[in-house]
């Protein structure tokens, strides 16, 4: 019986699922759902008392098939072995799926960065920096924002590497600040994508827009965003949670404001401009059309799903979905847009950040959303065509036949050595 709580077991079970319809041999298999390496450090680091604590840190690098690995960096106390191979595993797919020339990898430190100074955290980045240093390179492993790291960490990496390198080399980390060598558009992308993903949803299933309420889990960079671009296409915020609960409002919540309230107190719960507070797991359950999952993996289980009365549910968390709540889905009239689809406007900006960087020519915030919208739509077509054609079981499996199709090419181009 799969452990239904372990990422890996569930990113390996999505792909296999997909990789049976393809008729691939259990080799292939094997290879599809196996990282190539994952690196193991523990850092020692001064705290500001001058005590000395050591942390665990990983990098995964999945498959470089189609290009270099590439991936976000996680800071938080779950970050394990098991979560960084899963997450790397899912880039590989993500970056397959929305048809950029990357592999996958991902990386993590285990524990809270809410705890530690500024001072410290800068520290224990650049520790972090110099371990991953000997694997990484800008044709080879490129690192990149995700939960809890930002412009300012990437700006740390990307200045450890260069100084130890003694070079410059802005397209070693993507995610920087616009001064370091960032994207214009790149921190609203993941957000991006999700919108975009949900207006197509929309369009497929012949539902309006503007007649669509949504609830949003996790309001930090991708659901704050997700809900201030939808709430611009007209949708209803009806509500939205973070780690201190939900909150509702018939009538629409201002996703501005709500997180303008979350910038002063760090917390939606308490926000004046709702009708109830509710908790986490009454958010995802509630009568809503669209539910956008946009915190950490394992949101909804197999018990959570059955009682999941959304039409649509837009992953813009990773994993978000358990492979057991994806069974129940799968019976049911519920249409999923995977993650490794619906939040791939992050690395999709974070490749065109990486082209920006090599080209030293940089573009406007409407070339790169208009290049990110022609990706995503173009990728939610496919993903219905191979829906149809395939006749699979759902949207995210049509979607890895899409992505594992892509990889099986490059593979075959090259061939396996020695
Ligand atoms: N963390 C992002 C993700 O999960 C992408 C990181 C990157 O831009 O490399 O897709």
Redesign the pocket.
Known sequence: MPDETNPFENFQTQVKTAAERLELDDGVIEYLTTPERVLETNLTVELDDGSLETFEAYRSQFNDARGPY?????YHPWVTREEVKA?SG??VY?CAAINIP?GGG?GGISFDPGEYSETELERITRAYAEAIRPIIGVDRD??????NTGQREMNWLKDTYETLENTGAPGIV??KGLESGGSEG?VE??GRSVMLTAREACEYLDRDIEDTSVAVQGYGNAGSIAARLLDDLGARIVAVSDSSGAIYNSDGLDPRDVLDFKSETGQVAGYSGADEELSGEELLTMDVDLLIPAALENAIDRRLAEDVSAEVIVEAA?GPLTTGADEVFADSETVIVP?ILA??G??T???F?WVQNRQQFYWSEEKVNSELEVLVVDAFAEMVDAYESHDAATHREAMYLVAIERVMKAVEGGGFWP
Request: charged share 25%; aromatic share 10%; no cysteine.
């Open positions: 590439k991936g976000g960096i996680r997450l899912w880039m993500k990357y991902k490129i690192p990149g924002p995700d939960v993507t995610g790149r992308a993941t990773n993650d939040n791939a992050g690395v900006v974070s490749y950040e």
